[in-house]
């Protein structure tokens, strides 16, 4: 079972893939504008994200742009080959053509699931190991004990690596609410895994801004 995004303003498309990705035991989250998907893209919850390309406010190839760790399989009304291209040189790891048959789909959500699993669990740097499936850290080899949020934070900094993420979009992605404007935890978090990890050149401090992982 998997945690499903979709994105699609056609309400019966998005239905009929809800209804469909349900039946075989996955649960779905349905939104049905770009902004909406972007915002759910960012927070990292999901295992995997159906993408229409023609949706209201930001195009599915604009959210793309954005999305880093997750699979995306894009759904495009078009014919036109360079959809497809253009989807796949984004980092998209499959496309279907509206309209599609039921089956062909919950079998190509099969096959990217199955192909992601293994590439998700591991992000190595400067002798630093994340294991997000088990959510450990290990430095030269030995663990690192990160608190619960420490490690929430860490995951969504280098999932949107090389992106400057405002305090503001930390606390929503990390906290999952609107904090009254104490982006001082943030800041509180951020030197704890800097210190604990010794990476304070990694997580960069962009001025009035937030914090961005540079690799
Ligand atoms: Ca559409």
Not at 44 to 59: G, R
Not at 122 to 139: L, M, P, S
Not at 164 to 169: D, V
Request: glycine content about 6%.
């Amino acid at each position: 079972m998997a945690k499903i995004l979709i994105v699609e303003d056609e309400k019966a498309i998005n239905d009929l893939v809800k209804f469909n990705l349900e039946l075989v035991g996955h649960e779905c989250h349905q939104v049905f504008d770009g902004e909406k998907g972007l915002e759910e893209a960012l927070g990292l919850k999901y295992d995997l994200i159906i993408l229409d390309v023609m949706l209201p406010k930001y195009s599915g190839f604009e959210i793309m742009e954005y999305i880093k760790g997750t699979p995306v399989i894009f759904v495009t009304a078009k014919t036109d080959s360079q959809d497809k291209i253009k989807g796949l040189r984004l980092g998209a790891d499959d496309y279907i053509t509206k309209p599609f048959n039921t089956v062909e789909l919950v079998e190509r959500v099969k096959a990217v699931l199955r192909r992601t699993k293994a590439e998700k669990n591991d992000f190595t740097f400067d002798g630093i190991r994340i294991e997000f499936e088990n959510r450990r850290v290990y430095k030269d080899g030995k663990e690192v004990m990160l608190k619960p949020r420490e490690f929430d934070l860490l995951e969504v900094l280098v999932s949107n690596r090389n992106i400057a993420l405002t305090r503001e979009k930390l606390l929503r992605l990390v906290w999952e609410y609107d904090y009254e404007g104490d982006t001082r935890t943030v800041d509180v978090h951020i030197q704890r895994i800097r210190q604990k990890l010794g990476i304070s050149d990694r997580i960069q401090t962009v001025y009035k801004t937030g914090y961005r992982f540079e690799i």
